[in-house]
């Protein structure tokens, strides 16, 4: 349980019930999990390149930099970022290396989170 704190703030009521569950809350989260989501979610290039990946099995590395019309070097960099916090994986084929999105939790989280973008999209428009 929390420690208790002198304050200033002077209040009629207090809602023990309310603090109590809102701290019990804060607790049953990870929120160092959510912040690292919302940093991929910093860029939008690693947001698009997520959006492409989302939207078929695999594309290599001139792929993506053809679709977003990027340089090869930026695209290759946000890749390794996004391989690195485990929302991608890749394998090589020769020369080539094809990229696909993660089955892990966070590869989820980050598809959810594309799939809302999207929707908010629609319903903005």
Excluded: W
């Excluded at 207090?14 to 109590?20: A, P």
């Excluded at 940093?39 to 690693?46: A, D, H, I, K």
């Excluded at 290396?97 to 929707?119: D, H």
Aim: proline share 1%; glycine share 4%; charged share 25%.
């Amino acid at each position: 349980m929390a420690e208790k704190i002198n304050r200033s703030c002077k209040r009629s009521y207090i809602n023990h019930d309310k603090i109590l569950k809102l701290q019990q809350n804060l607790v049953s989260k990870d929120y160092n999990q959510m912040g690292e989501l919302l940093s991929v979610f910093g860029n939008p290039t690693r947001i698009k390149i997520l959006d492409c990946l989302a939207q078929t099995d695999e594309l290599c590395v001139c792929d993506i930099a053809d679709i977003l019309a990027m340089d090869i070097s930026t695209i290759s960099h946000q890749l390794k970022n996004l391989k690195m916090k485990g929302y991608l994986k890749k394998r090589r084929d020769g020369l080539t290396i094809y990229y696909r999105l993660s089955i892990q939790q966070n590869s989820k989280e980050a598809l959810n989170f594309i799939y809302t973008i999207n929707n908010f999209n629609i319903l903005i428009k």
